[in-house]
């Protein structure tokens, strides 16, 4: 397919990281997916048409639907790898599943900007869905997460990006689409500081202050990196671009963790290491610091997948 005749991606997909976000989780009402369907277009090419109008504070976003909706939303065809979050527990580790019909993710330099796209957004779709949760996150320092690392460093570049996260001529229909996987931790920040740095550090296998990777000798078998880095049986690395940001108040802190890639399977592969290990006990130790909240799987379609299925 030539790039001309490509569906246009949703933009917040593979958007370079922002100042501010805010995320909504909504649960459709009944039968209205008639009326959803042209709404939800809307949606998409309004956030779509907002890039272009803020463009000067990075403005982006996309719509993307629950795993558990998506047949009644769009009964006639379904993205071939969209299935639910996979719930996983081992030991006191647990990854819970919570799903929602449909998540909306936008994001912006100016918070006012994000504010009013919000509302919008809300008032678009009302009567038709309730709002089940709302997140706002923002930049902590130079892109840190909560436990003070730099949080993204090794996410795909430019291109790569692209590459990374949208759906290709395996599903030809989905083409320009995204699996997404959200999930809401919370940080126990009280334990985490408690911690001497070095501990800190072996526990991501990165350097805190100058976010300097361990060298692979070093790396404990438990570390956050060595659990998540993983390669197919040809030996090409596992990739998927994470778009997280930290989130919350005082009363609750984390990391809005969210993953978007054009298959399902390495976000499942890296979360099922992370929490049952490797088969000798090496599970991540970075989770013994936070807790899932939710868990949820979307697919993001293109914009002209959007448009056309009304
Ligand atoms: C509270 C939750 C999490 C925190 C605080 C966290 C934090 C971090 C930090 C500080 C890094 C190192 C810097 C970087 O390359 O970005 C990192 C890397 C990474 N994380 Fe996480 N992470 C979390 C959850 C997850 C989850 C659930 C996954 C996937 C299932 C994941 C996948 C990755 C990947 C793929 C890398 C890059 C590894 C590399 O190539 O070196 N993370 N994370």
């Given at each position: ?20 976000s ?60 969209l ?35 919000a ?24 892109s ?37 996987h ?38 404990p078998?438990t ?29 609750q ?58």
């Amino acid at each position: 397919m030539d790039i001309e005749s490509m569906p246009r991606e949703q933009l917040g997909i593979c958007a370079e990281g922002n100042l501010h976000s805010i995320y909504l989780m909504y649960n459709a009402r009944d039968h209205v997916e008639p009326l959803l369907r042209p709404c939800l277009a809307s949606v998409a090419q309004y956030i779509f048409e907002q890039t272009d109008q803020h463009a000067d504070s990075a403005f982006n976003g996309f719509v993307a639907v629950g795993a558990n909706y998506w047949d009644s939303l769009y009964p006639d065809s379904r993205p071939q790898l969209l299935r639910p979050f996979p719930s996983i527990q081992y030991n006191d580790l647990v990854a819970p599943a919570i799903e929602f019909d449909l998540f909306f993710h936008i994001r912006c330099d100016r918070y006012d900007v994000l504010h009013l796209v919000a509302n919008e957004i809300h008032q678009m779709l009302e009567g038709l869905v309730e709002l089940v949760d709302e997140e706002r996150g923002f930049r902590y320092m130079d892109s840190r997460d909560l436990t003070g690392f730099v949080d993204g460093t090794e996410n795909p570049k430019g291109r790569q990006r692209q590459q990374v996260a949208l759906v290709e001529e395996e599903d030809e229909e989905f083409q320009g689409g995204s699996y997404v996987h959200v999930q809401k931790y919370e940080h126990k920040l009280n334990h985490w500081h408690r911690l001497p740095q070095k501990e800190q550090e072996d526990i991501i296998a990165r350097t805190k202050q100058d976010d300097i990777e361990y060298a692979a000798e070093d790396k404990p078998l438990t570390s956050h990196i060595k659990r998540v880095n993983l390669k197919d049986e040809n030996g090409k690395p596992k990739e998927i671009l994470r778009q997280s940001m930290p989130f919350g108040s005082l009363r609750q802190q984390g990391l809005m963790f969210i993953s978007v890639c054009r298959t399902p399977a390495h976000f499942e592969d890296m979360l099922t290491s992370m929490i049952k290990g490797d088969g000798h006990g090496h599970t991540d130790k970075l989770m013994e610091y936070t807790q899932a909240l939710t868990g949820s799987s979307f697919f993001a379609p293109s914009l002209d997948f959007l448009l056309e299925k009304v």
